[in-house]
C-alpha cells in the first residue's frame, strides 16, 4: 500500500493539469497515506524529496540556469509538500508508534545484506556460513558479556548439540526441467544466472537511459521536467549509496529499496531498452524491447523457476520455503499462543525464534525475546517452538538483511526443560 500511495504522489507531483494549490493538498493526503502505511517506504520517500527539493533549489538559481539545461524548466515540489511530508513522519515514526528503532540501528551498522549481490559490481553469491558462525558467535559472546550468566545454562551443557546451516527448500524438477537436466544444464544455476543477468540488465538500461534523458536525445521522449530529470539523479545516487555504503542495505533491503526507486526510473529504463537496439528498425527495437520486459517479467515474477522447478519456491505460488514457514501462521500455533497468553507470568521472559515473535505480537500481543539459540536459552524463561521447530527440527533466523535455515536441538530442551504443552503443531517448555 505504501508503494501505491508513492506512486500517486508522484502522479499527482508530475500532473500538469492539476493546479498548484490542489497538487499541494494531494501531494500531502497521499504523502500521509503512505507514511502511516510503512515506516521504511516513507524514510526513502522523504530522502528523494529533500534531496530533490535541495537541488532543485539550486537548479532555479539564475547563474545555474545559464549554465545547465537538463530539461523544461519546470519545478513542481515546494517547501510545504516537502515540510509536511517531513514533519508528519517524525510525528508518525517517532512521537505516536515509535518505529524509528531501525533508522537508529541503521546509522550505528557496519553490515552489508546479501542483497546487494544484485548490483551490477558482482556475480558473487553470499557465505552463508561465515555469517551463519558470526551470528552464533555474537549471541553467545552477548550472553558471556551478559552479567548474568547465571541464569543460563552452562557451556558444556548446550555446546554437545551442534549447530548447522541447512539448505532451504527446493521446488521438485518439471517435465521440462528434467528435459533440461537431460542436456546437461543445471537448473539451479540456470535460474540463479537469469536472475542475476537481469538484475544487471536492468541497471544498465536504467544508467543509458538516464544519460539519454540528460542530454535530451531520446527521439520518444520531449519536453521533459527539470524536477523529474532531478529525481531519478537521486533514485541512482541513493541506490548506488545502499550498494557502496554497507549500513544502509541492513535495515530496508537492496531489493525492497530498488523496487521502490523503479517506480520513478521505469522511464529511463523503458528509455535505455530502446536506446541498445538503436541500430534496429524502429518497429523492430519495440519489439525486442517487448520482448526482454516479457521475459524479465516471468522471471522475476517466479513464473520460470516454477515451470522448471529445481529452484527456491516462490512465496506467491507455493506452500513451503522460508517465507511460507517463517509467515503462515498454523492453527496450532494459533491455540497454542492463546494458551499462553491466559497462563503468561510477567515474571518470566519467552523465548521464540524471529519468525514466532511477530506471530505472537499478532496473535496475542505478546513479546518474546526472537533468540532460540541454546547458549541464549534460560533456564527458568518459557521457550516457544513453532510449527517448523516441531515437525522439522529446524529454525530460521534474520542476520545482517539475509535468512538463514538451521538445525535445531529440540531434544537440548527435552533434556533440560519442562514440556508444559504440545499440540503436535507447536510446543511450550518451562
Same mark, same amino acid.
Given at each position: /500500500?505504501?508503494? &501505491?500511495?508513492?506512486?500517486?504522489?508522484?502522479?499527482?507531483l508530475?500532473?500538469?493539469?492539476?493546479?498548484?494549490?490542489?497538487?499541494?493538498?494531494?501531494?500531502?493526503?497521499? +504523502?500521509?497515506s503512505?507514511?502511516?502505511s510503512? !515506516?521504511s517506504?516513507?524514510?526513502?520517500?522523504?530522502?528523494?524529496?529533500?534531496l530533490?527539493?535541495?537541488?532543485?533549489?539550486?537548479?532555479?538559481?539564475?547563474f545555474?540556469?545559464?549554465?545547465?539545461?537538463?530539461?523544461?524548466k519546470?519545478?513542481?515540489?515546494?517547501?510545504?509538500?516537502?515540510?509536511?511530508?517531513?514533519?508528519?513522519t517524525?510525528?508518525w515514526?517517532t512521537?505516536?508508534?515509535?518505529?524509528?528503532?531501525?533508522l537508529t540501528?541503521?546509522?550505528? =551498522?557496519?553490515l552489508?545484506?546479501?542483497e546487494?549481490?544484485?548490483?551490477?559490481f558482482?556475480w558473487?553469491k553470499?557465505?552463508?556460513n561465515?555469517?551463519?558462525?558470526?551470528?552464533?558467535?555474537? #549471541?553467545?559472546?552477548?550472553?558471556?558479556?551478559?552479567g %548474568?550468566?547465571?541464569?543460563?545454562?552452562?557451556?558444556d551443557?548446550?555446546?554437545?548439540?551442534?549447530?548447522?546451516?541447512?539448505?532451504d527448500?527446493i521446488?521438485?524438477?518439471?517435465?521440462?526441467?528434467?528435459?533440461l537436466? %537431460?542436456?546437461?544444464? %543445471?537448473v539451479?544455476?540456470?535460474? !540463479?544466472?537469469?536472475?542475476?543477468?537481469?538484475?544487471?540488465?536492468?541497471q544498465? &538500461?536504467?544508467i543509458?537511459? &538516464?544519460?539519454?534523458?540528460?542530454?535530451?536525445?531520446?527521439?520518444?521522449?520531449?519536453?521533459?521536467?527539470s524536477?523529474?530529470n532531478?529525481?531519478?539523479f537521486?533514485?541512482?545516487?541513493?541506490? +548506488?549509496?545502499?550498494?557502496?555504503?554497507?549500513?544502509f542495505?541492513?535495515?530496508?533491503?537492496?531489493?525492497?529499496?530498488? =523496487?521502490q526507486?523503479?517506480?520513478?526510473?521505469?522511464?529511463?529504463?523503458?528509455?535505455? #531498452?530502446?536506446?541498445?537496439?538503436h541500430?534496429?528498425?524502429? %518497429?523492430?527495437?519495440?519489439y525486442?524491447?517487448?520482448a526482454? &520486459?516479457?521475459?524479465?517479467?516471468?522471471?522475476?515474477?517466479?513464473?520460470?523457476?516454477?515451470?522448471?522447478?529445481?529452484?527456491?519456491?516462490?512465496?506467491?505460488?507455493?506452500? =513451503?520455503?522460508?517465507?511460507?514457514?517463517?509467515f503462515?501462521?498454523h492453527?496450532?500455533?494459533?491455540? #497454542?499462543? *492463546?494458551?499462553?497468553? +491466559?497462563?503468561?507470568?510477567?515474571?518470566?521472559?519467552?523465548?521464540?525464534? =524471529?519468525?514466532?515473535y511477530?506471530? /505472537?505480537?499478532?496473535?496475542?500481543?505478546?513479546?518474546?525475546?526472537?533468540?532460540?539459540?541454546?547458549?541464549?536459552?534460560?533456564? *527458568?524463561? !518459557?521457550?516457544?517452538?513453532?510449527?517448523?521447530?516441531?515437525?522439522?527440527?529446524?529454525?530460521?533466523?534474520?542476520?545482517?538483511?539475509?535468512?538463514?535455515?538451521?538445525? !535445531?536441538?529440540?531434544?537440548?530442551?527435552?533434556?533440560n526443560k519442562?514440556?508444559?504443552y504440545?499440540?503436535? +503443531? #507447536?510446543?511450550?517448555?518451562?
Open positions: /500500500m505504501a508503494l &501505491f500511495f508513492f506512486a500517486l504522489v508522484l502522479l499527482v508530475f500532473n500538469k493539469t492539476v493546479r498548484p494549490r490542489l497538487k499541494e493538498i494531494l501531494f500531502l493526503v497521499f +504523502g500521509f503512505m507514511i502511516v510503512h !515506516y517506504t516513507s524514510y526513502i520517500a522523504v530522502a528523494l524529496f529533500i530533490t527539493y535541495l537541488i532543485s533549489f539550486v537548479l532555479k538559481r539564475n545555474i540556469k545559464e549554465k545547465i539545461h537538463i530539461g523544461n519546470n519545478y513542481y515540489l515546494t517547501g510545504v509538500m516537502v515540510l509536511g511530508i517531513v514533519v508528519f517524525f510525528l515514526n512521537q505516536i508508534t515509535r518505529t524509528s528503532g531501525g540501528y541503521l546509522v550505528t =551498522q557496519d552489508k545484506s546479501g546487494t549481490l544484485y548490483s551490477i558482482s558473487k553470499l557465505d552463508k561465515k555469517l551463519f558462525d558470526e551470528y552464533v558467535l555474537a #549471541s553467545t559472546k552477548e550472553v558471556e558479556l551478559s %548474568d550468566k547465571d541464569l543460563y545454562y552452562e557451556k551443557t548446550y555446546e554437545k548439540y551442534k549447530l548447522s546451516l541447512l539448505d527448500d521446488l521438485p524438477l518439471t517435465s521440462l526441467g528434467r528435459k537436466k %537431460d542436456i546437461s544444464l %543445471d539451479f544455476s540456470l535460474n !540463479y544466472f537469469l536472475r542475476q543477468g537481469i538484475a544487471k540488465i536492468i544498465l &538500461f536504467i543509458l537511459g &538516464f544519460i539519454v534523458l540528460i542530454l535530451n536525445m531520446n527521439q520518444y521522449i520531449k519536453n521533459v521536467d524536477e523529474y532531478v529525481l531519478a537521486v533514485s541512482i545516487l541513493l541506490t +548506488g549509496l545502499l550498494i557502496l555504503l554497507p549500513m542495505s541492513i535495515e530496508y533491503g537492496t531489493l525492497r529499496f530498488f =523496487q526507486t523503479l517506480i520513478v526510473l521505469a522511464l529511463p529504463t523503458v528509455i535505455g #531498452s530502446l536506446i541498445i537496439f541500430f534496429l528498425s524502429k %518497429d523492430s527495437r519495440l525486442v524491447s517487448v526482454i &520486459f516479457v521475459i524479465l517479467f516471468l522471471s522475476l515474477s517466479g513464473f520460470v523457476p516454477q515451470i522448471l522447478g529445481g529452484y527456491y519456491p516462490q512465496l506467491h505460488l507455493n506452500n =513451503q520455503g522460508i517465507p511460507y514457514d517463517c503462515y501462521i492453527k496450532t500455533e494459533v491455540l #497454542s499462543t *492463546n494458551w499462553l497468553k +491466559g497462563r503468561f507470568s510477567n515474571t518470566y521472559n519467552i523465548q521464540s525464534n =524471529q519468525c514466532m511477530f506471530k /505472537m505480537l499478532v496473535v496475542d500481543g505478546l513479546v518474546s525475546s526472537g533468540n532460540l539459540l541454546p547458549a541464549t536459552i534460560k533456564k *527458568n524463561d !518459557y521457550v516457544y517452538l513453532d510449527y517448523s521447530n516441531v515437525n522439522n527440527e529446524k529454525n530460521m533466523l534474520y542476520f545482517n538483511g539475509d535468512w538463514f535455515i538451521h538445525n !535445531y536441538p529440540v531434544e537440548f530442551l527435552d533434556e519442562n514440556l508444559i504440545n499440540n503436535s +503443531g #507447536s510446543k511450550i517448555y518451562k
